[in-house]
């Protein structure tokens, strides 16, 4: 199963991070590029599950350890962060595969989405919620620029963003969790949607994750 | 601060773009948008179009302060970019990637913003002063309206 921590940014918890590389002592994690606008430092909590959401976690806890990140590679139009960090042993860690293009998981397929649902109201209890993909979509973001998504039927709470989207066949990372619908027609302060349907999730397909983790691993001079 | 761009190639700044975003860039330059509109849709699509969730905030004005950031860098002399100016020779002979992060970790800790976030805006930014020029480029930051206080 996919190791997936809560993430912090600021010293507050804002989302979850999942653990797409590691080679030598570095630890890549893929997460949401908006979970780290205002903030000039970020920090991936360690709680004691280890980021196993399949072992027994204790509840609550009111800390936890937490090593500093920095940012490596975003690709701000699909919404992706690679965030890295230095293990304290080159041993090796349970990374899942990501997939090399878009696409290749079905409309209708389950998915368990992995993360920390609750972490900005300061909680450390990480979940497993099936979800079922209903399309795949192709986002306009700008002109001439096309985001490949997943759109799912899985509910979306407030720390839901950087959670890993798990293919339950394969056990394949296909997506990194950013958000839910916001209808056109939905009253609206600025640009924040007062009213959304989180029943109806977009996760970036994950395929872009691999060309981040690359230019991480360069950044960071690990060959 | 003439020389700051000297050594610094177009080619090699596009390869330090992850290669979705230097496509993205280069479509958004094939559909017409101006340097000022890509630099802005860069500094914002995280945020468009859903509902987002998680804790934080994506700020409002990253485009701007981030420009007015390396206007400060590459058209004035400020002291708060001195140290950074006695090193940068040295910094860009090592490699442009070198020294173009240790540019958006400076910027960075102006703004408040970690370096990796603000790395494609600064990178746009050094590409596009190498296409119009220096002097192009600090004139036109300096004819645009400063950042509102408190806001970044």
Known sequence: MALVFPLAAGGTLVGSAVVVAKRKKEVLLATSLHLLGESATVQIAIPPHGGQCDLPQRYPLVSTPAVNATVGAVNPFADLAVLAFEAPDENPLVVPPIPEKPGLIAVGSEVAVLGYPFAPLGSFLETWTPGIVTALAKRDVAPGVIVDELVLSNVAHPGSSGSAVIGRRDARLYGILRGALAPPEVLRIGNIPIATDTSVTFATSSHLVQELVEATFQTLGVS | ?152
């Not at chain 2, 590459?74 to 173009?100: G, H």
Request: glycine share 10%; charged share 15%; hydrophobic share 45%.
């Open chain 2, 1 to 152: 601060m003439n020389a700051v761009l000297d050594g610094l190639s177009e080619v090699e700044l596009l390869a330090l773009l992850p290669a979705s975003v230097a496509g993205a860039v280069k479509g958004m330059e094939q559909a017409g948008l101006q340097w000022e509109q890509v630099g802005a849709t860069l500094a914002a699509t995280p945020t468009s179009g859903i509902a987002l969730k998680g804790g934080g905030r994506w700020p409002d004005r990253l485009w701007e302060s981030t420009k007015a950031e390396f206007h400060v860098f590459l058209c004035t002399e400020s002291p708060n970019y001195a140290d950074l100016r006695q090193q940068w020779d040295a910094l860009r002979k090592k490699s442009s990637t070198i020294a173009v992060s240790a540019l958006s970790a400076t910027i960075g800790a102006q703004i408040g913003v970690a370096a990796g976030v603000i790395a494609p805006l600064v990178i746009w930014l050094a590409l596009v002063a190498l296409r119009i020029g220096k002097e192009a480029l600090c004139r036109a930051v300096t004819q645009q309206p400063p950042p509102a206080p408190g806001q970044s």
